[in-house]
């Protein structure tokens, strides 16, 4: 259901980095807005930080998808649209396999996204301290005196919230984003997981895991007033559960999917 490629219209952005090509689709600024609108307080300057520090994350997180699908001699395209982004592979053919990926390419190109995100983060964290100032983000969460940090706000307040949405997006969204929740990054790896320990049953157990964890992160989000993550995780929870049945009734299918 979240992984079929959203139609084009005229209204989308087309641009290359890196050698690999990117379409914005305009329903992706909309949600990102209505995101951040409960922490910008109805300012427009700060909502747009917000909107580019969600860009530049998701765009980072994707890259590293499509650059381990160039690893892996496949080429790619990246589309960012409502729920997030997609690194899609145009074609299979390099990588020696038909139309399957080996479960450790399947392992690195599903976590290179998150791990992209993540990476940066922890670049634009250590740049912030070796300049003598407090990020902003992690000392909301880890006591001063176990990550060194001098404490010091960044001197421009736009720039200090900027750090903080990045980095709120960068290390919460791609640590969300490895829960063994499919179509998420963390349900594709469970799966390979789970199918290389040999199980006959491997799929099904990933799924089963997909929606028991889903429902859980849907009951504690909703509980912290978090509706949007409540009921995003509720509509992944029920998109497992129909891929079960699915994959009951037919007798089961192939693995491959979209990042």
Known sequence: ?????????????????LGISIRIHPLFWAIAALLGLQSVDQNFALLVLWILAVFISIVVHELGHALCFRYYRINSHIVLYHFGGLAI???FQAAGSGSQ???GQQLAISAAGPAAQLALAFIVILIVRLAGYSDGFVSRF????????PGVPVPSKELGLFIVFFLYVSIFWALLNLMPVYPLDGGQIARELFLLGGSRQAIPHSL????????????????RQQSFMGIMFLMLAYSSYMTLQQYRGQGGFGGGGRW
């Open 101 to 103: 990926l080996k479960s």
């Open 89 to 91: 592979p145009d074609s």
């Open 208 to 223: 089963i895991l997909s929606i028991v964890v889903a429902v859980g992160l849907a009951l504690w989000g909703l509980q």
């Open 142 to 149: 880890v006591p001063l005196e176990w990550t060194s940090d």
């Open 1 to 17: 259901m979240l992984l079929g490629e959203p139609a084009r219209t005229g209204y989308d952005w087309n641009f290359q980095l």
